[in-house]
Nanobody, 114 residues
């Protein structure tokens, strides 16, 4: 069955960096775009960015563009979210999702705090 598993979350100080990973299985990974989302406490889930099936066309929300980078390794069925210059407002649970589907990972917590 389709599975997406995020990892790499944690607590970091403002200005720090984290790299999240999303490991996919159960489907032909290299034909699907993958998206990253996040949900902060008390807020709706927010789109962070996405990457095309071949990794050539990442796109980002305005709030993270220039700080976050999405990449993928189709040989390993992995997608990555490199997060730099983190801010307290980046605190959220981060999810990966197979684009245009109801397949989500379980999420990984990112906390940015002094």
């Amino acid at each position: 069955q389709v599975q997406l598993v995020e990892s790499g979350g944690g607590t970091v100080q403002p200005g720090g960096s984290l790299r999240l990973s999303c490991e996919a299985s159960g489907f032909t990974f290299n034909v699907y775009p993958i998206t990253w989302w996040r949900q902060a406490p008390g807020k709706e889930r927010e789109w962070v960015g996405d990457i095309s099936s071949d990794g050539s066309m990442p796109d980002y929300s305005e709030s993270v563009r220039g700080r976050f980078t999405i990449s993928r390794d189709n040989a390993k069925n992995m997608v990555y979210l490199q997060m730099n210059r983190l801010k307290p407002e980046d605190t959220a649970v981060y999810y990966c999702r197979r684009s245009n589907s109801n397949y989500w990972g379980q999420g990984t917590q990112v906390t940015v705090s002094p």
